[in-house]
């Protein structure tokens, strides 16, 4: 594999292409003319440009990539995450060209593509998962049989798709017709199918995903977890590995587990199995992502293993280079996402220009961003901004080199969540491992954000004005008449 196109945009870009040049391949961004001047423009070797702004036009043209990569003479095409990356129809098109695609077979992604196909899938592997039904359904009075069956509260899930939409919790009967319907709606609009499912509603459940690699060669092992528990809307924003509260053995048969999973559809390359964790430590198959996942940095530190540098080489052909006996977990890293989302306005998206962006830096932290300072943050894509990762021997250590970077980190111009992120590391639930996918909802507020940012406001006057009296007191020159004066002056 001599050149690549990178079927994305932004950070995810530029992160492929560092690893694709370490490895003496040339590199293709594609574009669209809002991101003409954008730094994975700017950093490939070549570019091209797709079409307008709205992705519908320019990134999501399947042609139109495949198209870039032929005219470029590219053998190889990454699709990042997001946009095409888990669309099977996209992954046959550049394979029918005569492209590598990289990432997994179009049975992998079809079937994880899908909540009930991949829990059909898993089925024979004797792998945990939540009580429920295994089958879509969009009659409410069979639905109610169901509920009844496996008792409230409840989850209605959209089959296809994830990030929380096409979800709805529901607690009795007299409220599951009405959710039911607005779950069906919006699967519908969001991903094309409507098709939901329904399952037991785990109420204090942790969110653990599990990293995997398979060759072409049979050859399967997990790299470990990651903790993606602090969310907002379903969505991550905080993510960090190892677990606070996974003992080895648990590690080791959610990892199983994992494994389990990847072989169950034949998988290649990279990916990750996603698990609730229950109060009692029981775990729960939840789905599987069939492409590199936003956080992947934090297990890239934890094991030394460059994610993207192993998916090419997998899309390669070539054997994975280690087994499951020479991983191993050194160290803690934290990610905190950096939207541009108002933390103070229910997380909604604060679009604007960069007047001022400047990137933390040091030992231990790590940022992969897609912006420079004076760019716009365009409306029609995804509003984050960066990842900002820290690592170090301990996760108290990672966790104070987080909120030392978060300091560090200036943006001025649009809201992010910067300030959400520095409350998370300051939080005590966080910082003793207690917390759950309800981190937001049981413990954060405007107001107590605002409270937090009062508080240190006003320390941060005390010790001004102390060090102010210390220089004066310091300072003060006597007066001519004084003895001290005098005295002084001998």
């Not at 492929?16 to 590199?27: D, E, F, L, P, Y």
């Not at 870039?68 to 946009?83: E, K, M, N, R, V």
């Not at 059909?120 to 295994?134: F, L, N, S, T």
């Not at 199995?273 to 599987?288: A, C, Q, R, S």
């Amino acid at each position: 594999m001599h050149k690549i196109l990178v079927a994305n945009r932004g950070e995810i870009a530029l992160r492929v292409m560092r690893t694709a040049k370490a490895m003496g391949i040339s590199t293709v961004a594609v574009y669209s003319e809002v991101d003409r001047n954008a730094p994975h423009v700017r950093f490939a070797d070549e570019a091209v440009l797709l079409g307008p702004a709205p992705s519908s036009e320019s990134y999501l043209v399947m042609d139109k990539v495949i198209e870039a990569a032929l005219s470029t003479g590219a053998d190889g095409i990454h699709p990042g995450y997001g946009f095409l990356s888990e669309n099977s129809a996209f992954a046959n098109k550049v394979t029918a060209a005569g492209i590598t695609f990289i990432g997994p077979g179009q049975r992998a992604i079809e079937t994880m593509g899908s909540k009930l196909a991949a829990k059909e899938a898993v089925k024979a592997y004797d792998i945990p998962m939540v009580p429920g039904i295994d089958e879509a359904i969009t009659d409410p009075d069979k639905a109610k049989v169901i509920a009844q069956d496996i008792g409230y509260p409840i989850l209605i899930k959209a089959s296809a798709g994830g990030g929380g939409k096409g979800m709805r919790v529901v607690d009795s009967a007299d409220v599951l017709e009405e959710q039911m319907q607005r779950a069906i709606s919006e699967a519908e609009s969001a991903f094309g199918d409507g098709s939901v499912f329904i399952e037991k509603y785990i109420a204090s459940p942790r969110h653990i995903e599990i990293q995997v690699l398979a060759d072409r060669h049979g050859n399967v092992v997990h790299l470990f977890e990651r903790e993606c528990s602090i969310q907002r809307r379903h969505q991550k924003v905080v993510e960090e590995a190892p677990s606070a509260v996974l003992t080895p053995e648990l590690r080791e048969r959610m990892g199983d587990a994992a494994i389990k999973v990847a072989q169950s559809c034949d998988y290649e390359g990279a990916g990750t199995v996603e698990f609730l964790l229950d109060e009692n430590n029981n775990f729960y198959f939840l789905e599987m992502n069939t492409r590199l996942q936003v956080e992947h940095p934090v297990t890239e530190l934890i094991t030394d293993v460059d994610l993207v540098a192993e998916q090419i080489k997998v899309a390669r052909g070539e054997k994975l280079s280690f087994t499951q006996d020479d991983l191993n977990i050194k160290g803690h890293a934290v990610e905190l996402r950096i939207y541009a989302e108002d933390p103070l306005n229910d997380f909604l998206p604060s679009i604007g220009n960069l007047e001022t962006y400047i990137r933390p830096q040091g030992e231990g932290v790590r940022l992969d961003d897609g912006y420079d300072e004076g760019m716009d943050i365009p409306i029609y894509y995804d509003p984050m901004i960066a990842k900002l990762v820290t690592y170090a021997d301990t996760r108290p250590a990672a966790i104070q080199k987080m909120k030392k970077a978060i300091a560090d980190y200036k943006i001025v111009g649009l809201q992010t969540t910067l300030p959400f992120g520095k409350f998370v590391m300051e939080n005590e639930h966080f910082i003793k491992g207690k917390f759950d996918t309800h981190f937001v909802k049981n413990y954060y507020s405007p107001e107590a954000l605002l409270e937090g940012q009062k508080a240190e406001e006003i320390l941060a006057a005390e010790i001004a004005l102390k060090y102010y009296q210390e220089q004066k007191s310091k300072l003060s020159v006597p007066t001519e008449g004084s003895d001290e004066w005098l005295q002084s002056r001998i």
